[in-house]
């Protein structure tokens, strides 16, 4: 069974701070990456993705893959309240077909 | 465009009762994925249908079991309902790309008692 690893958290940062969420993979054939995010009782919402070895940015967020560590990581610039969630690292199987999910890291940005 | 849509948004059953849960993919996405996510376990896997065909199974019993409709809608069944089967099962559907991000619908979530 291919695994996501993701530190359960909770990761408590205050409103300004960088937050720093970290995942690890088993299937080295996979090829696309996911950052969910889920407040409490709603469903997983798509922040990020990302396909190729780098960092990619979107306003305050960056994802970063190494695919040679197998290891995605998350990071919020100027964390606000608001993101205060769960936040899932998703990964899909080397055949693209089932896309596996962490556990996910609880996220407190404390204002 | 109208996002994923399940139905029913909650349920409750009793052991040994079976349950069919259904879902409306994004229009024009041709694969839908069901998931169980429990506090203990997070999300898991159950299985991806496209195209009418099952296309991958994760690691649950043969009381789940799914199918796709010629229009992508999909039903997910179980049956003789165990304790552990309480949980949120979110249906998501992407386009028919492999390897592409999934749109998750507002789930259902199942008691059993």
């Known amino acids: 069974q291919k695994e996501v690893e993701q530190n359960s958290g909770p990761l408590s940062v205050p409103e300004g701070a960088i937050a720093s969420l970290n995942c690890t993979y088993s299937?080295?054939?996979?090829?696309?990456f996911f950052w969910y995010r889920q407040y409490s009782g709603k469903s997983p919402e798509l922040i990020m993705s990302i396909y190729s070895n780098g960092d990619k940015e979107d306003g305050r967020f960056t994802a970063q893959l190494n695919k040679a560590s197998q290891y995605v990581s998350l990071l919020i610039r100027d964390s606000q309240p608001s993101d205060s969630a769960t936040y899932l690292c998703a990964v899909n199987n080397q055949a693209g077909t089932a896309l596996i999910f962490g556990k996910g890291t609880t996220l407190s940005v404390s204002s | 465009k109208a996002g994923v849509t399940q139905t029913p948004r909650y349920l409750i059953k009793t052991r040994g009762q079976q349950v069919t849960l259904s879902c409306s993919p994004i229009?024009?996405?041709?694969?839908v994925s069901w998931y169980q996510q429990t506090p203990g376990q997070g999300l898991q896997f159950l299985f991806e249908y496209f195209s009418e065909t099952q296309r991958n199974k994760g690691n649950f019993p043969g009381r789940f079991s799914g199918r796709q409709f010629s229009n992508s809608r999909s039903e997910m069944n179980v049956s003789t309902l165990e304790l552990g089967d309480s949980a949120l099962y979110l249906c998501a559907s992407r386009s028919q790309s492999t390897n592409e991000k999934l749109f998750f619908g507002s789930g259902t979530q199942l008691s059993v008692l």
């Open positions: 229009s024009g996405h041709r694969s």
């Open positions: 299937d080295r054939g996979s090829q696309s």
